[in-house]
């Protein structure tokens, strides 16, 4: 297999970069749901013509969380469609975005066709795709896919094993999964059940919880030590206010702000040491062709 650089070199092109984090909705702050329709569950109407306006726009990444079984007392039906089945389409709707995984719950889906559909979007996107992964945190979803949320960590080790073509001593000679030239990035999302130590050397990347900067400059210590310069990811979930002398004002996972308080937020992100910001902007009370826009012109010449 191919060493996974060139995915991760575009990702950190640069002191930051920025992308963002499907679904490309503000549903849960929008008034005009429809009934029927429960929260969490986005509208994916305008999905198509989002990630195209993202991709023009040049933001670096966009990512996609994989939540197999929608559960309404969770809440978060994440862009609703099958993670590898949606990343095809986003491949042959965008020319230049990476398409990130955040994260592939790995002990819920069977490892050797996780590989080959990895290597398969990997390929067809001409190495675009960031695997992010993880162990899961949802306990109600396991006993429907017949597996134990208690071993999951175990069952996280064994389908990295797979992945990175570390168990093919399974396979019968001549036999193999295609395509084989590639294999993308493995990036954590969180520890996955496993220590500091395994993660930073098993994976290409982390994929990190928002916080604030100095939560950042806390957990990229820790990053450095156990991984070296491997990327560093996060996310803040993002309400951008017309306003663009508006100051910060804090929520859960992230902020609302005017566009001039955001970039100062994510300047001192980077002098933490991040190297990379997703927008999740499903609190975003403006619309999103607008915001994205904004972001755009006046937020990623400063970054990218």
């Known amino acids: 297999m191919i060493s996974p650089t060139r995915p991760l070199d575009r990702l950190t092109q640069g002191p930051l970069t920025l992308g963002v984090e499907l679904p490309l909705d503000n549903d849960w702050v929008r008034t005009d749901r429809a009934p029927s329709t429960p929260f969490g569950v986005p509208d994916m109407r305008a999905h198509a013509e989002l990630i195209g306006q993202v991709d023009r726009l040049g933001f670096r990444a966009a990512w996609l969380r994989d939540v197999p079984l929608f559960d309404p007392a969770f809440g978060d039906a994440g862009q609703v469609f099958e993670l590898f089945t949606y990343l095809g389409y986003l491949a042959s709707h965008t020319d230049n975005l990476l398409l990130g995984t955040a994260a592939a719950v790995l002990p819920l889906r069977q490892p050797w066709l996780v590989r080959k559909a990895a290597a398969s979007v990997q390929a067809l996107s001409e190495d675009r795709l960031l695997l992010g992964v993880a162990s899961g945190d949802r306990p109600a979803e396991y006993p429907l896919f017949g597996e134990?949320?208690?071993?999951?960590?175990?069952?996280?080790?064994?389908?990295?094993?797979?992945?990175?073509?570390?168990?093919?001593?399974?396979?019968?000679?001549?036999?193999?999964?295609?395509?084989?030239?590639?294999?993308?990035?493995?990036?954590?999302?969180?520890?996955?059940?496993?220590?500091?130590?395994?993660?930073?050397?098993?994976?290409?990347?982390?994929?990190a919880y928002p916080g604030t900067p100095e939560d950042h400059i806390r957990r990229v210590a820790l990053w450095r030590q156990v991984a070296g310069d491997k990327p560093y990811v996060s996310f803040i979930h993002?309400?951008?206010?017309?306003?663009?002398?508006?100051?910060?004002?804090?929520?859960?996972?992230?902020?609302?702000?005017?566009?001039?308080?955001?970039?100062?937020?994510?300047?001192?992100?980077?002098?933490?040491?991040?190297?990379?910001?997703?927008?999740?902007?499903?609190?975003?009370?403006?619309?999103?062709?607008?915001?994205?826009?904004?972001?755009?012109?006046?937020?990623?010449?400063?970054?990218?």
């Open 238 to 304: 993002l309400n951008l206010e017309e306003d663009p002398h508006a100051p910060v004002r804090r929520h859960r996972f992230g902020l609302s702000s005017g566009r001039l308080a955001l970039m100062e937020e994510l300047s001192a992100m980077q002098d933490a040491g991040v190297n990379h910001i997703g927008f999740h902007l499903r609190r975003n009370r403006r619309p999103l062709t607008e915001t994205l826009e904004e972001l755009g012109r006046e937020v990623l010449p400063h970054f990218s």
């Open 148 to 207: 134990e949320f208690a071993t999951r960590g175990a069952a996280f080790r064994h389908a990295v094993d797979v992945i990175k073509g570390q168990a093919d001593d399974a396979l019968s000679e001549g036999q193999a999964i295609l395509p084989a030239a590639t294999r993308p990035p493995l990036l954590s999302a969180g520890l996955s059940q496993q220590t500091p130590e395994w993660i930073g050397r098993e994976m290409d990347g982390w994929l």
